[in-house]
């Protein structure tokens, strides 16, 4: 079974600075896609990048941007820049590949709040 | 275009009742999947419809149910409410289904077990 692990509940960084959240996680599948999404206290659950196992090239938007370890399971985000809107609960997620007819049921990390300081 | 409308945001029921959530997808959108988001147990998936068609289920007792219409709207159903149910209910909707498409998720249904 697939699963993925947040370590990190909380984190905390200064308006401006750079922080990485990390997430590892497991599955025995090759071709899969790994998500960042971000939970504002509003509760709307927002996409914030994701990356397609099969590439190589790590997945960019913007001040987001991801460390894509495939070997080591690993899926890192970096939010560089760091602003007040920034804050809120951030989730790692997974999701076997596929298009049209196939499944898009993700597996959820336990989430990681981020806090901003101004 | 509007986004993903869930309706009512917040509900409260006795336990041993039953309730219905509705969820209205993004126009275009045919598939629709359900999360369940408690503290203790974090976000876990329910079930995913796809043309009037449910194509994944979660591991979750069968007093949960839904279906999806015609229109994409989806509603699921808990019977026999229990405590443990209480939960923000998340859905989210897709143009067709797999994740090469991005999921859209509505701001939920606030469920409230006493």
């Known amino acids: 079974a697939q699963t993925v692990t947040q370590s990190q509940p909380e984190m905390s960084v200064q308006e401006a600075e750079t922080v990485t959240l990390s997430c590892t996680y497991d599955t025995s599948e090759s071709d899969y896609y790994l998500f960042w999404y971000k939970q504002p206290p509003s509760r709307q659950m927002i996409l914030v990048i994701r990356q397609e196992a099969y590439k190589q090239q790590n997945a960019t938007e913007n001040r987001f941007s991801v460390n894509f370890q495939k070997a080591a399971k690993s899926f890192s985000l970096k939010i560089s820049d760091s602003q007040l809107g920034d804050a809120a609960m951030y989730f790692c997620a997974y999701s076997l590949s596929g298009y049209g007819g196939a499944t898009n049921k993700l597996i959820f990390g336990t989430g990681t709040l981020l806090a901003v300081q101004p | 275009k509007a986004g993903v409308t869930q309706t009512p945001r917040y509900l409260i029921k006795t336990r041993g009742q039953q309730v219905t959530l509705s969820c209205s997808p993004i126009?275009?959108?045919?598939?629709v999947s359900w999360y369940q988001q408690t503290p203790g147990q974090g976000l876990q998936f329910l079930f995913e419809?796809?043309?009037?068609?449910?194509?994944n289920k979660g591991n979750f007792p069968g007093r949960f149910s839904g279906r999806q219409f015609s229109n994409s709207r989806s509603e699921m159903n808990v019977s026999t409410l229990e405590l443990g149910d209480s939960a923000l209910y998340l859905c989210?909707?897709?143009?067709?289904?797999?994740?090469?498409?991005?999921?859209?998720f509505g701001p939920g249904t606030r469920l409230t077990v006493t």
């Open positions: 989210a909707s897709s143009l067709v289904g797999g994740s090469a498409y991005e999921q859209y």
């Open positions: 419809y796809f043309s009037e068609t449910q194509r």
């Open positions: 126009s275009g959108h045919r598939s």
